[in-house]
């Protein structure tokens, strides 16, 4: 990580690392019957880069992976991405841009979003966002902030997924309660564009209330709520958004926890109403040996549907059991062992699918360029 070594000033550090594992994947398109079974070989290569000065600092964050099948070429496939992050602080308020490209493939890309994994496509995302905040005071801050998303899908034709973009913006205002109270109150307002696909345009709105609280610094809780309206052309809805969570930052145990609600665009050309919840928990049982364990799940549903019928429901959900051994300063071993389930309320059956993993890691040392 990037504060395992303290960046001098106009200097760029990075920290280069890169993975290879080998991998048995059942049913890898979550068929709701059984599919095949295949191996895979995965090389995969990253860094961060950062450069800072006393008042700003520069982060990129590149990655490229590449997944080879022994049996089924057509699940090959490349991704590539690269995150962007610059922030600069005066005395009474800060600046933050965020800029994030991704070319990888709809087999992980829609898994919890859309379901649409039967089929091998590139999918494309690039996004920004960028805000100020204000200081109003020592216990108060307002800040705004713009985004922008563009997702495009090559050879989608037959597939149900379509190009669609996305802009948003928001505002809040923060005030400090007491020591280990905080309270928000933020405003956000989007819309959706499809251009393939005409009357496809929408609009959502939310105000949120939130509420955070950290005793002794082991333990913090947040929880925020309020109501969230959305339009077409020829339709509305209200209803309502919410997000709870916890955390424990212990000297050998992480633990998170969430449970939300939320609406969010996807390549069905529609906006969901995403209820998730997610758990990780990571032990260290020695200096060298850490346990890491994720669940999550996934009910998604589409809004505004013109159709007349009610829009399916998909229900996804994961869990992850790692290892990860520390052989040599720079070199670790991994395992892992997973399962995902994937339904459509309107299919019969579900699509099960079991993964295995087996992998060396390097992790290079900061070094300054």
């Not at 999918?123 to 495009?152: D, I, N, V």
């Not at 002794?216 to 309020?226: E, K, P």
């Not at 549907?305 to 520390?326: C, H, I, R």
Request: hydrophobic share 35%.
């Amino acid at each position: 990580m990037l504060t395992a070594a303290p960046i001098r000033a106009a200097e760029w550090l990075i920290v280069p690392g890169a993975r290879t594992a080998s991998e048995y994947v059942q049913n890898p398109r979550l068929m709701p019957k059984d599919g095949e079974d295949d191996a895979t070989i995965v090389g995969e290569a990253y860094a961060q880069l950062a450069y800072a000065t006393e008042v700003s600092k520069l982060s990129l964050s590149p990655r490229i992976l590449a997944s080879r099948f022994e049996s089924d070429s057509n699940l090959d496939y490349d991704n590539r991405s690269l995150g962007a992050d610059y922030n600069r602080a005066w005395e009474t308020w800060k600046w933050a841009t965020s800029a994030n490209f991704v070319q990888d493939t709809t087999l992980t890309s829609e898994l919890g979003r859309t379901g649409f994994v039967e089929a091998n496509r590139v999918h494309e995302a690039a996004s920004l966002s960028f805000g100020p905040t204000f200081t109003l005071s020592e216990r108060a801050q307002f800040g705004l902030q713009g985004q922008g998303q563009k997702t495009h899908y090559r050879d989608a034709l037959g597939t149900g997924l379509v190009d669609y973009n996305y802009v948003a913006g928001s505002g809040f205002v923060s005030c400090v309660y007491s020591e280990s109270t905080q309270l928000s109150l933020t405003v956000r307002a989007g819309e959706l564009r499809v251009p393939d696909v005409t009357g496809a345009d929408k609009q959502d709105a939310a105000v949120r209330i939130g509420w955070n609280y950290s005793d002794d610094g082991l333990w913090s809780y947040n929880a925020s709520a309020g109501p969230s309206y959305m339009k077409s052309e020829f339709l509305k809805d209200d209803g309502y958004v919410y997000q709870v969570g916890v955390k424990r930052a212990g000297e050998r145990t992480m633990l998170s926890a969430s449970l939300s609600r939320d609406v969010t665009p996807t390549g069905r050309g529609a906006l969901t109403r995403s209820d998730q919840l997610y758990v990780e928990l990571d032990r260290g049982i020695t200096e060298r040996l850490h346990v890491t364990l994720s669940i999550n799940g996934v009910r998604n549903e589409d809004q505004l549907n013109q159709s007349g019928f009610e829009a399916p429901k998909l229900t996804y959900a994961t869990a992850n059991l790692g290892w990860n051994w520390q052989v040599a300063e720079q070199w670790s071993l991994s395992f892992s062992v997973s399962g995902s389930t994937q339904k459509y309320s309107n299919v019969p059956g579900s699509g099960d699918s079991y993964r295995a993993s087996i992998g060396i890691v390097w992790n290079g040392q900061p070094r300054i360029l």
